[in-house]
């Protein structure tokens, strides 16, 4: 059964500190991943797609690695902001199929 | 930002009444979705369109129906609305399903409570 799960389901931390967000899947056969950012009240929003080939990519604060050997992946926030304070959802997409699926998600608290 | 938007934004109906909800793209995009968003299940889908009247049903598509008699326009019809259908409902589209083309474009959201 093609599953993605998130941990931990949710995470507080201090302004500033660094924080990473779990995402290990059984989807197959694997086509990309991506990590949307979900703000409070508001759809979500990609923040980066990894592919196969693909081990690590930046998009400013946030880097997201793939190991697809082991099917995990991770996203990293680096010196966190208070708008970081969101829900982070990891989807991975099959090959031949439009119907990704998706974590139930990581809720980040960033307190001043 | 992606050309979706969704109608009504919020609503309150009573159990029993049918509820329709409006996805509207400017973006020309092939697929559409339907999901619903309740705390503890992330979110889920209900319907999902490959083309102009082409539908198929997601994990939790009983009590609900869709329409897509036009490419930028997907409806989706609480026949009869029950209390376990609040929730958040979100449009997405996609252009295509390949890594380049695969981003889902959600839109705002419509919060639905029924009574």
């Known amino acids: 059964k093609n599953q993605v799960e998130q941990s931990p389901q949710s995470l507080i931390i201090l302004e500033g500190k660094n924080c990473t967000l779990q995402c290990n899947y059984t989807v197959s056969p694997f086509s990309n991943l991506r990590w949307y950012k979900q703000d409070t009240g508001r759809g979500p929003v990609s923040l980066t797609i990894m592919t196969f080939s693909e081990n690590t990519k930046s998009n400013g604060r946030y880097t997201a690695t793939l190991d697809a050997d082991t099917k995990q992946s991770s996203l990293h926030i680096t010196a966190s902001q208070l708008s970081d304070s969101a829900s982070y959802i990891c989807?991975?997409?099959?090959?031949?199929?439009?119907?990704?699926?998706f974590g139930r998600g990581t809720s980040l608290i960033v307190h001043p | 930002d992606a050309g979706i938007t969704q109608s009504p934004r919020h609503k309150v109906t009573e159990t029993g009444t049918p509820v329709t909800l409006r996805c509207h793209q400017t973006e020309n995009h092939r697929y559409m979705y339907w999901y619903r968003q309740d705390p503890g299940h992330g979110l889920r889908l209900i319907h999902y369109s490959y083309g102009v009247k082409d539908t198929d049903k997601g994990e939790v598509s009983d009590g609900y129906s869709v329409s897509r008699s036009k490419t930028e326009d997907f409806l989706l019809t609480l026949e009869s609305a029950t209390s376990s259908q609040t929730s958040v409902y979100f449009c997405?589209?996609?252009?295509?399903?390949?890594?380049?083309?695969?981003?889902?474009?959600f839109g705002e959201g419509s919060r639905l409570t029924v009574l």
């Open positions: 997405a589209i996609a252009e295509g399903y390949e890594p380049n083309t695969g981003e889902l474009f």
């Open positions: 989807v991975v997409s099959r090959g031949g199929s439009y119907i990704p699926t």
